[in-house]
């Protein structure tokens, strides 16, 4: 069976559900402030070492042969912290550009900004664009990073580019399909989240990729992002490799199907 919007259902590994790592893995990497909190130091201390997390969590993944690893870095909602932990978090985000840009491309690993990047300063927006630029071409693991993003903005800009275009007179109102929005989408390239994984113990999308999201299989863990380590992400990719991915199917029609596939 075939649906028109271009996800992995059409792949052998999907319908067959357990047993095949994911290609795509989405992260919100939650609970930075109370890591720091517990050990009565500033949040600021959290955010420090949540990012030594992200370098081992991107080397682990590229040497895993992950294709895509997206990480939640700054919703569209964070701007609603206190100014000086916003500010922060923007001067740790440019810090930590300046110093990986050159090891990601050593690496082979292909760095992608989402969101709504105009609302940055120029130096940082200049430092995104220029990281994008130098690794492009580099086909090891790609390295989403969400900055600014919210799944509700990525609709928007979708729907408005697609209106643009009907008003322009290139589409119709009928050629609005699940794969054109996809099409619009700023993940448009990259195939869907296979595993969504949130940390810090709370189990909600909070504005995440909600339209990428649909299938993907969910893990909730306790950890605090800083805690995070391989064997958690390892516990996370067992976890969802038990799982039999049915997209609609009955499990019945898997097996059938995967026996046809082997
Ligand atoms: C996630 O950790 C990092 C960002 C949102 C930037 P938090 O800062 O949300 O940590 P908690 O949830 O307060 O512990
Ligand atoms: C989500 O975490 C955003 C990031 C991890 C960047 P939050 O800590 O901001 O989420 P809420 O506010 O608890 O839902
Ligand atoms: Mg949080």
Same mark, same amino acid.
């Given at each position: 069976?075939?649906?028109?919007?271009?996800? +992995?259902?059409?792949?052998?590994?999907?319908?067959?559900?357990?047993?095949?790592?994911?290609?795509?893995?989405?992260? %919100?990497?939650? !609970?930075?402030?109370? *890591?720091?909190?517990?050990?009565?130091?500033?949040?600021?201390?959290?955010? &420090?070492?949540?990012?030594?997390?992200?370098?081992? $969590?991107?080397?682990?993944?590229?040497?895993?042969?992950?294709?895509?690893?997206?990480?939640?870095?700054? +919703?569209?909602?964070?701007?609603?912290?206190? =100014?000086?932990?916003?500010?922060?978090?923007?001067?740790?985000?440019?810090?930590?550009?300046?110093?990986?840009?050159?090891?990601?491309?050593?690496?082979?690993?292909?760095?992608?900004? $989402?969101?709504?990047?105009?609302? #940055?300063?120029? /130096?940082?927006?200049?430092?995104?664009?220029? !990281?994008?630029?130098?690794?492009?071409?580099?086909?090891?693991?790609?390295?989403?990073?969400?900055?600014?993003?919210?799944?509700? *903005?990525?609709?928007?800009?979708?729907?408005? /580019?697609?209106?643009?275009? %009907?008003?322009?007179? =290139?589409?119709?109102?009928?050629?609005?399909? =699940?794969?054109?929005?996809?099409?619009?989408?700023?993940?448009?390239?990259?195939?869907?989240?296979?595993?969504? $994984?949130?940390?810090?113990?709370?189990?909600?999308?909070?504005?995440?990729?909600? *339209?990428?999201?649909?299938?993907?299989? &969910?893990?909730?863990?306790?950890?605090? *992002?800083?805690?995070?380590?391989? +064997?958690?992400?390892? =516990?996370?990719?067992?976890? #969802?490799?038990?799982?039999?991915?049915? #997209? !609609?199917?009955? !499990?019945? &029609?898997?097996?059938?199907?995967?026996?046809?596939?082997?």
């Amino acid at each position: 069976m075939a649906t028109d919007d271009g996800n +992995s259902l059409e792949s052998a590994s999907a319908l067959l559900g357990s047993n095949t790592d994911p290609r795509h893995i989405a992260i %919100i990497m939650d !609970g930075n402030g109370r *890591w720091a909190q517990k050990r009565f130091m500033p949040r600021a201390f959290g955010h &420090q070492a949540g990012v030594k997390t992200v370098r081992k $969590i991107v080397e682990y993944c590229a040497k895993r042969e992950v294709e895509v690893l997206t990480l939640f870095a700054f +919703s569209s909602e964070n701007w609603r912290r206190p =100014e000086e932990e916003v500010s922060l978090l923007m001067g740790l985000f440019m810090a930590t550009l300046q110093r990986e840009i050159d090891k990601l491309d050593r690496n082979n690993i292909r760095l992608r900004f $989402i969101g709504d990047r105009t609302a #940055f300063s120029d /130096k940082l927006q200049a430092k995104m664009a220029e !990281g994008e630029a130098q690794t492009k071409d580099n086909t090891a693991l790609t390295l989403v990073i969400a900055a600014n993003y919210g799944g509700r *903005w990525d609709m928007c800009q979708a729907f408005r /580019k697609i209106a643009e275009k %009907i008003a322009a007179g =290139e589409l119709k109102n009928q050629d609005i399909s =699940e794969q054109l929005v996809n099409q619009h989408l700023s993940t448009a390239d990259l195939p869907e989240p296979d595993l969504f $994984i949130r940390t810090g113990g709370e189990q909600r999308v909070s504005n995440f990729l909600l *339209w990428q999201l649909a299938y993907a299989e &969910q893990y909730f863990t306790a950890t605090l *992002w800083p805690d995070f380590d391989q +064997s958690s992400l390892e =516990e996370a990719i067992n976890s #969802f490799k038990g799982r039999q991915r049915r #997209f !609609g199917h009955t !499990g019945d &029609q898997l097996l059938a199907k995967s026996i046809t596939l082997t």
